[in-house]
Every structure is written in C-alpha cells, then in structure tokens.
C-alpha cells in the first residue's frame, strides 16, 4: 500500500511538472574588433532597457512537456552591456532614464547612448538516447542600440546574438535550465560583442557630428 501511495504521489508530481529557472550571468565580450587604437573619448551616459528579455519557455515535444522554464536574461543582459561598454569608453556613467540635449551639456557628457534588448527567443527539445535522454537549446536575441549627441542622432543599429548548447536532461527534465542558461550566456556574448563594435567604430561618434 504505502509503495502504491508512493507511485501515486511520484506520478503526479510529474504530471503537475516543475519549473526550472534559467537565469544567465552577465557575460563581457573584451575582445571586441575595433579600427581605433583607443577607447571612445571624452564622456558619454548609458541607459539599459532589459524589461523584454524575460519569458517561460516550454519544450518543443512531448518529451518534459510537463515542465516550464523560466529564461530571466533581464540582469544578465544589463550587467554584459555595462561591462562590455566600459572597456570601450573613456567615462561611462549609467543613468536610470534617458537624458535630452540640455542634460548632455549639463553633465558635461559627448552623448547619450541607449541599449535596449528588443525580443528574446528559446527553444529546447529533448533528444532521446540509449541509457539517458539528451536536452538541446538554442536563444536568439535581438538588441538596439541608439547614441544621440548634443545636436542629434549619432548612431543606430540592430544586432542580433545566437547560442546553442547540449546536455543531459536530467532525472527530471532539469537538465534543460542548464542547457537554455549556457545557451543564453552564448548568445549575449556575441550580441554585446556586437553592440561594442557598432559603438566604437562609428565615425560620426567619434567625430561627434
């Protein structure tokens, strides 16, 4: 009886299934390709908006259908841009809004660059095996990124960062928030390695006009 209770119990369990939490760290690029010898000069402000880069990802199969994952790239892609921008700029100060022509010349600050993480995509499928199944994900993201100076816009441009990664699915599936965290921290790398090269090989930038 109580063995009975117990597949009972296991089996709901499994069929109510669980959620497993993917959570990317922040993710520098520094080896960013630049056609200039120094850093962009002078001082410029950096406003993230990460608000869309958070979403519940299911399997793409019944295999682990029972199950969600949670992909918040909300912190990770903050920390990666703020990183990644302060090895290319002089002085980089982060500001919680936006600031116009007036507050540049108030600061003291060349321009106003803003980056935002425009949509993020997940897949994860699981990939049966001989002893144990396998868990394989893909995250593409998409990011912005705009600089306005004290007389208009200076730059915009739109990148995007892929990543895939494979492992084991786990007893219960939970193998699959690894997968979706190595996959999304690939994919901000190589969106924010970007969005460092747009920066700083701009001319119109570096020129100010």
């Not at 990802?57 to 019944?62: Q, V």
């Not at 507050?103 to 499928?125: P, Q, W």
């Not at 084991?168 to 999304?184: I, Q, Y």
């Amino acid at each position: 009886m109580k063995c009975r209770k117990f597949a009972v119990f296991a089996a709901a369990f499994t069929l109510a299934g669980c959620q497993y939490k993917a959570e990317p760290m922040p993710i520098a690029a520094y080896n960013v390709y630049s056609s200039y010898g120094e850093k962009l000069p002078g001082k410029y402000l950096l406003f993230i908006d990460s608000t869309a880069l958070n979403r519940s990802i299911k399997p793409s199969d019944l295999n682990c259908a029972a199950h969600s994952y949670p992909i918040d790239m909300r912190s990770g892609f903050s920390g990666s841009v703020r990183k990644t921008l302060e090895s290319l700029v002089t002085e980089l100060e982060i500001v919680d809004q936006p600031v116009d022509a007036a507050g540049l010349a108030e600061r003291k600050s060349r321009g106003m660059i803003m980056v935002k993480g425009e949509e993020m995509n997940a897949r994860l499928r699981v990939v049966p095996g001989f002893w144990s199944a396998g868990i394989e994900t893909d995250v593409d993201l998409v990011a912005s990124i705009t600089v306005d100076g004290r007389k208009g816009r200076l730059l915009g441009s739109t990148v995007e960062g892929q990543g895939n990664a494979q492992g084991d699915a786990g007893v219960l599936c939970e193998g699959g928030a690894k997968s979706l965290t190595d996959s999304a921290e690939k994919a901000l790398k190589q969106a924010v390695g970007r969005l460092g090269e747009a920066l700083t090989n701009s001319e119109r930038v570096r020129n100010g006009v």
